[in-house]
């Protein structure tokens, strides 16, 4: 299954949650913000919402630092 993943083609092995992505991708999911099909997604929403065949999602990673 074939996405677009922050700009850029990834292939998923199977049918998968956001947050199962986001294991995946070994990002802590209390620290990104995800936005699939132009829609931004609350954290609430990420083991419900499932990744589709041609989905097209935007993942920010938030960094502390100083």
């Not at 700009?7 to 049918?15: A, I």
């Not at 699939?36 to 630092?65: C, P």
Request: hydrophobic share 40%; aromatic share 4%.
């Amino acid at each position: 299954m074939q996405i677009i993943l922050n700009s850029e083609r990834h292939e998923l092995r199977r049918p998968m949650t956001v947050k199962e992505l986001l294991d995946e991708l070994e990002l802590d999911h209390r620290r990104v913000a995800v936005e699939i099909n132009r829609r931004i997604l609350k954290k609430s929403e990420f083991e419900q919402v499932s990744v589709s065949e041609g989905d097209n999602l935007e993942v920010v990673h938030f960094v502390g630092g100083g």
